[in-house]
């Protein structure tokens, strides 16, 4: 982890095309005023590529590129890229770390890779705990992403155009659904997209699977293939989305024969502190959701909330009556360990629950801004399957899996795949010898 290097610092640009882009904002920010966009309350294994390519044309002059982004829009882009701005919420880093492309962000558009989080939990008695240095995975590996730019306000709901035109992109690479950008507003996606577009910055979109209903985890196949014809790497990123499906294809033989009288239920929710100032327990994902896909159509488990949508607010009575065999733990303003849900004094009302009784609790990874899934999304379901199928996982250890992810993924060496488990908060699969 080094800082920053040096050849991407800021490329010298003509002083009169500076100057015009400068015009430019001011007149783009005369007529939209601040557009305000969705917020959020928060060695590879090889397989063969069969998925086919999506256009990519060369301009007549040989400088530029069209990219068919995931509108189906062919976004001109320079032949060789050098600056990026990014937004979304660590996918697009995640990617673009893996290509090695990371060097050319120069500007983000989620504070959650720039924040160092920590949170303290009350017990019943009377004593607290804490969880600190609750990291972005991508916050860690480049430390030199706290100094660089965000475009987005703290808050996360309001972009300031005048800042990306700064930074002078030669393309900025936006994901709907992400937190940063959310999938709700149309219009509001429209918007931004068209005022990016009007600094005379190509923008190409990508659509996560928080964006689609009813919606599998194919989609981020699509995404890393963009990325990678943006950079000229598509194969390295579909040999990316090949080693990140593997783990799927895994769990899938181990569970796909278990009958519907042996699945285990599940409950993946939310122990937000908005849900419990609004005098809910928490939400919930319903079965059109990824975290649905994932519970069902992967680990074959059974979501026992049936209704749809995400973010549905239950309270105390309506998770007592769904009474389920285990509990998932997701990031959720805030994380949320096993023992938050036995022992804080406000969640006593559920202890006669199944799965509190049988600790059969699991905390997902700390993931912040986690409205859609990242590069690191095996980890999420090899916890969910070990957690609904112990016995059928018993030789997989996912405090190995997730070193070995991460020194695959990131190319990184064993001592810094130990700190990024402990960034995620993972520590817990070691103790537990999970």
């Not at 290097?5 to 002083?15: A, V």
């Not at 400088?63 to 001109?76: H, L, W």
């Not at 899934?373 to 899996?401: G, N, Q, W």
């Amino acid at each position: 982890m080094n800082g920053k290097p040096n050849n991407i610092d800021k490329i010298g640009k003509l002083l009169s095309y500076f100057n015009s882009k400068k015009s430019l904002v001011f007149c783009v920010l005369i007529i939209f005023l601040i557009v305000s966009i969705e917020g959020c309350t928060e060695q590879t294994g090889q397989i063969t590529t069969t998925a086919t390519s999506s256009p990519m044309t060369a301009s007549p002059d040989g400088q530029y590129r069209y990219i068919t982004d995931m509108r189906g829009v062919q976004v001109k882009v320079p032949e060789n890229i050098k600056r990026v701005a990014t937004i979304d919420d660590g996918f697009v880093e995640g990617v673009l770390t893996n290509l090695s492309e990371i060097d050319k962000v120069v500007a983000i558009g989620s504070w959650s890779l720039k924040r160092d989080y920590s949170y303290t939990y009350p017990t019943i008695n009377g004593t607290n705990y804490s969880y600190t240095h609750g990291w972005n995975t991508m916050k860690y590996l480049h430390p030199w992403l706290n100094e660089t730019p965000c475009i987005n306000s703290p808050q996360g709901n309001i972009i300031s155009y005048e800042t990306l035109a700064d930074v002078n992109p030669d393309v900025v690479i936006m994901r709907v659904g992400d937190c940063t950008i959310g999938a709700n507003n149309e219009e509001k996606i429209t918007k931004t997209i068209s005022t990016i577009e009007s600094l005379g910055i190509p923008a190409v979109v990508l659509y996560s699977p928080s964006y689609y209903q009813n919606s599998d985890l194919s989609t981020m196949r699509d995404e890393m293939r963009v990325i990678g014809q943006l950079f000229g790497k598509e194969q390295k990123a579909m040999d990316l989305a090949d080693y990140l499906e593997s783990t799927e294809k895994l769990i899938q033989e181990r569970t796909r024969d278990i009958p519907d009288n042996k699945k285990s239920s599940v409950l993946y929710i939310g122990l937000s502190p908005n849900a419990r100032s609004s005098g809910g327990a928490g939400t919930v994902s319903g079965t059109d959701t990824p975290e649905s896909y994932i519970i069902e159509n992967i680990c074959n488990g059974r979501n026992v909330y049936r209704d749809t949508g995400s973010g549905k607010l239950l309270n105390a009575e309506q998770v007592m009556a769904l009474d389920p065999d285990v509990i998932l733990l997701p990031t959720s303003n805030g994380f949320h360990p096993p023992r938050e849900l036995y022992e804080a004094p406000y969640y006593q009302n559920l202890q006669n629950m199944r799965a509190v009784l049988n600790k059969r609790v699991y905390a997902m990874p700390w993931t912040p801004m986690n409205c859609a899934r990242r590069t690191e999304y095996p980890i999420d379901m090899i916890i969910v399957a070990k957690a609904c199928y112990p016995d059928l996982f018993s030789d997989v250890k996912v405090h190995e899996f997730a070193l070995d992810f991460y020194q695959d993924v990131y190319g990184v060496n064993r001592t810094t795949a130990q700190e990024l488990r402990s960034n995620q908060w993972l520590d817990w699969t070691v103790e537990s010898d999970f």
